[in-house]
C-alpha cells in the first residue's frame, strides 16, 4: 500500500523559511515525478512545483518561482520543498502528490497524481 507522509509545517512569520518533506512508504518513486500542491481556505487546490525521477528536471508556479525550491532524495524515498521569503499568501495546507508514470512532460495538473498525502499546514503570519 502507497502511503506519503508530509511533515515540517507550521507557523512562520512572513520572510521566514520552512522545509516540507513527503515521506513515500510501499513503492519506490525514484524514477517517477512527484510534486507539491497547496490549498488555501474558500480556494481550489493548485499546483506548486515538481521534479522529475531524476531531479534534474523541476517546475514552478509562478507564484512561487525563486522561492521555492522542490528536490528529491531517491536513495530515501523523500521529496522536499524548501520555502523561503514567505508571504502570507502562502498559507495554506500543502499536499505531496506522486505518480507511477512518467510522463513526455512533467505535469502541472492534480488529475495527472494517482497519490496524495494527508497534507501539511503552513501558515505565514504578517
Request: charged share 15%; proline share 3%; with cysteine.
Amino acid at each position: 500500500q502507497v502511503q506519503l507522509v508530509e511533515s515540517g509545517g507550521g507557523l512562520v512569520q512572513a520572510g521566514g523559511s520552512l522545509r516540507l518533506s513527503c515521506a513515500a512508504s510501499g513503492r519506490s518513486f525514484s524514477s517517477y515525478p512527484m510534486a507539491w500542491f497547496r490549498q488555501a481556505p474558500g480556494k481550489e487546490r493548485e499546483f506548486v512545483a515538481t521534479i522529475g525521477g531524476s531531479g534534474l528536471s523541476t517546475e514552478y508556479a509562478d507564484s512561487v518561482k525563486g522561492r521555492f525550491t522542490i528536490s528529491r532524495d531517491n536513495a530515501k524515498n523523500t521529496v522536499y520543498l524548501q520555502m523561503s521569503s514567505l508571504k502570507p499568501e502562502d498559507t495554506a495546507v500543502y499536499y505531496c502528490a506522486a505518480v507511477l508514470r512518467i510522463y513526455t512532460n512533467l505535469q502541472r495538473a492534480a488529475p495527472a497524481y494517482d497519490y496524495w498525502g494527508q497534507g501539511t499546514q503552513v501558515t505565514v503570519s504578517s
